[in-house]
């Protein structure tokens, strides 16, 4: 089957792929999540937005950066509520064509552009107020490299905004295996501690570790349906074997992430850099 995913709107990618089953299944994990416009949220969701928004006064003349943006949620969102400005970047071509499709489509009115962009290698003459990491940057191959490469695009007294994952307890190696096939990275495995030895040059305005709990298989079905019954009017595909194709993957998907619950929690953060300060700490943890 052929598709064109201009179908609804041009702001998407103009292109045109022959979608079969086999494609569907080979397809690189971003670039799946961007064929189907999956809402890939951060830990928390709206919940964490929420927190972000209020203790690190993100407001109307906020100037944002949303690395590894997938299809626009966060940046999205916020820009709803704050009116605020900004950038959003990823990788995959897909996503970001997405994100520009969400953005017209969900938030036409929010000051947000998408770009393709790699994050170590992005280049703006822009300084930002906020720059938002979720919980992506521990997945980057040096996430060191790229904290750093962050800080310098951040405004002296700016925020980078986090909510990454942390174990509570080992997760089993079959776990680990199917997670890496499934996502095409390896999940979390590390403590709390060591998860936030990546953000210790930053001063912690604000933390609240939260505990995950697990979906019900109706909870699974019911988010799985809806994303597929949309990508389906969105991009105008009819082929009943193609959709249970792209529901079976997701299904996976987010069943494997529901797998990995009972062993990880998250931390929602707002870090402040502070030009006099970095990359020393002179308050003490608790």
Same mark, same amino acid.
């Given at each position: 089957?052929? %598709?064109?995913?201009?179908? !609804?709107?041009?702001?998407? %990618?103009?292109?045109?792929?022959?979608?079969?089953?086999?494609?569907?299944?080979?397809?690189?994990?971003?670039?799946?999540?961007?064929?189907?416009?999956?809402?890939? =949220?951060?830990?928390?969701?709206?919940?964490?937005?929420?927190?972000?928004?209020?203790?690190?006064?993100?407001?109307?003349?906020?100037? %944002?950066?949303?690395? +590894?943006?997938?299809?626009?949620?966060?940046?999205?969102?916020?820009?709803?509520?704050?009116?605020?400005?900004?950038? +959003?970047?990823?990788?995959?071509?897909?996503?970001?064509?997405?994100?520009?499709?969400?953005?017209?489509?969900?938030?036409?009115?929010?000051?947000?552009?998408?770009?393709?962009?790699?994050?170590?290698?992005?280049?703006?003459?822009?300084?930002?107020?906020?720059?938002?990491?979720?919980?992506?940057?521990?997945?980057?191959?040096?996430?060191?490299?790229?904290?750093?490469?962050?800080?310098?695009?951040?405004?002296?007294?700016?925020?980078?905004?986090?909510?990454?994952?942390?174990?509570?307890?080992?997760?089993?190696?079959?776990?680990?295996?199917?997670?890496?096939?499934?996502?095409?990275?390896?999940? $979390?495995?590390?403590?709390?501690?060591?998860?936030?030895?990546?953000?210790?040059?930053?001063?912690?305005?604000?933390e609240d570790k939260r505990n995950l709990k697990k979906e019900t298989?109706?909870?699974?079905?019911?988010?799985?349906? =809806?994303?597929?019954?949309?990508?389906?009017?969105?991009?105008?595909?009819?082929? !009943?074997?193609?959709?249970?194709? %792209?529901?079976?993957?997701?299904?996976?998907?987010? !069943? $494997?992430?529901?797998?990995?619950?009972?062993?990880?929690?998250?931390?929602?953060?707002?870090?402040?850099?502070?030009?006099?300060?970095?990359?020393?700490?002179?308050?003490?943890?608790?």
């Amino acid at each position: 089957m052929f %598709i064109n995913m201009s179908y !609804k709107n041009k702001s998407r %990618i103009l292109f045109t792929k022959k979608l079969t089953k086999e494609y569907i299944n080979k397809l690189p994990y971003n670039d799946f999540v961007g064929l189907i416009n999956q809402w890939n =949220c951060l830990p928390g969701a709206y919940v964490s937005l929420s927190q972000w928004i209020c203790y690190s006064n993100l407001n109307s003349k906020s100037n %944002i950066l949303e690395v +590894g943006c997938t299809t626009g949620f966060a940046s999205r969102e916020i820009a709803k509520t704050t009116k605020c400005s900004g950038v +959003g970047i990823d990788i995959s071509e897909v996503s970001v064509n997405s994100a520009i499709y969400n953005k017209k489509i969900y938030a036409p009115d929010v000051n947000i552009d998408y770009i393709v962009s790699d994050g170590y290698k992005h280049k703006t003459e822009q300084k930002f107020s906020h720059v938002i990491v979720g919980g992506c940057l521990q997945f980057f191959e040096d996430p060191n490299r790229m904290m750093i490469k962050l800080i310098s695009m951040l405004n002296d007294g700016g925020y980078v905004l986090a909510s990454p994952f942390f174990v509570t307890k080992p997760i089993p190696k079959t776990l680990i295996s199917k997670a890496e096939k499934v996502f095409d990275f390896t999940p $979390t495995t590390t403590n709390y501690k060591n998860t936030m030895k990546l953000y210790d040059k930053l001063e912690i305005i604000y933390e609240d570790k939260r505990n995950l709990k697990k979906e019900t298989k109706d909870e699974l079905n019911f988010y799985c349906t =809806c994303t597929v019954n949309r990508v389906s009017e969105e991009l105008n595909i009819k082929d !009943k074997a193609i959709l249970k194709a %792209i529901y079976n993957r997701l299904y996976l998907i987010k !069943k $494997t992430s529901n797998d990995l619950r009972p062993y990880q929690n998250y931390s929602v953060l707002v870090l402040r850099y502070e030009k006099s300060v970095y990359p020393n700490r002179f308050v003490e943890l608790f």
